[in-house]
């Protein structure tokens, strides 16, 4: 089994930055790829970023593009997201994912690629 625990969460304004970690224990594997993907209130699960098993390669969602880096140091088994220049529409719950690497780049953004998720973690910005 793996576990994923988010946290860095919190209020903060717009126009502020903040960082998000996701520590994984049990069955660790720098192989797994691993993302981030955000819920906002009565919206559907989007796809933030993702990060390559070894790191060298990394996906954005559109909106996040040239504002949010994922990163993963897989020695402390752990995944980033800085968030920069945050505004209101980035308020939603980030949850991070883990699971095996897909056989194509465009399976990065879909749910059904990752099997292990964590609890979510509230970030709320405000105006």
């Known amino acids: 089994q793996v576990q994923l625990v988010e946290s860095g969460g919190g209020l903060v304004q717009a126009g502020d930055s903040l960082r998000l970690s996701c520590a994984v224990s049990g069955r660790t594997s720098s192989s797994r790829v691993m993302s981030w993907f955000r819920q906002a209130p009565g919206k559907e699960r989007d796809f933030v970023a993702g990060?390559?098993?070894?790191?060298?390669?990394?996906y954005y969602g559109d909106s996040v593009k040239g504002r949010f880096t994922i990163s993963r140091d897989n020695v402390k088994n752990t995944m980033y997201l800085q968030m920069n220049s945050l505004t209101p529409e980035d308020t939603a719950v980030y949850y991070c994912a883990a699971g095996a690497t897909p056989t194509s780049s465009i399976l990065y953004y879909r749910e059904s690629t990752y099997n292990y998720w964590g609890q979510g973690t509230q970030v709320t910005v405000s105006s």
């Open positions: 990060i390559s098993g070894g790191g060298l390669s990394t």
